[in-house]
């Protein structure tokens, strides 16, 4: 996949013969696993250099470059699940947020048709009221205070 516009594949470049081997590089490297610096600077004392301290700098950038390149993937397919993650969630926000406007559409509908019920219960109980006068005013005294004398 080539993510940068003008970039040659980096793939077809090491699969070419474009950067030097292991093999012939190993020429210049130290037998030694514990020399302190195992690319050792070949250059004469009038401080110019030999053409393989150019392939050896040139490999040591190319394999920084190449690790680069391999983080920078590694980091962007993180992102790329963290990203595919945040659209899941967010997906499944908006679908339970539909849901509950729904779902408060039909609460709503029936606390009305309950307040409607509600209110004429009310009116009648009201009018009944009216209608009994002070009878079941006397008789709800009555109640209570043989209520009052069965307790006491």
């Known amino acids: 996949m080539n993510r940068r516009a003008g970039a040659t594949d980096r793939h077809a470049l090491l699969a070419g013969d474009a950067y030097p081997t292991s093999s012939s590089l190993s020429a210049y490297r130290s037998s030694s696993p514990y020399d302190s610096n195992p690319y050792a600077s070949t250059s004469t004392s009038n401080g110019s250099y030999h053409s393989s301290d150019f392939v050896a700098s040139a ?3 190319t394999r920084t470059a190449e690790d680069l390149e391999e983080q920078n993937d590694q980091r962007l397919e993180g992102l790329t699940a963290r990203v595919s993650m945040l659209k899941e969630i967010t997906l499944n926000i908006g679908t339970e947020v539909r849901e509950s406007t729904k779902d ?3 609460l709503g509908e029936a606390f009305e048709n309950t ?3 509600l209110g004429g219960t009310f ?3 009201n009018k009944m009221a009216k209608r009994q006068g002070g009878w079941f005013c006397n008789m709800m005294l009555f109640l209570l205070f043989v209520t009052w004398i ?3």
């Open 115 to 117: 307040s409607a019920f």
């Open 59 to 61: 490999y040591t950038a």
């Open 150 to 152: 069965f307790v006491s």
């Open 123 to 125: 009116k009648r109980m």
């Open 104 to 106: 408060l559409g039909v």
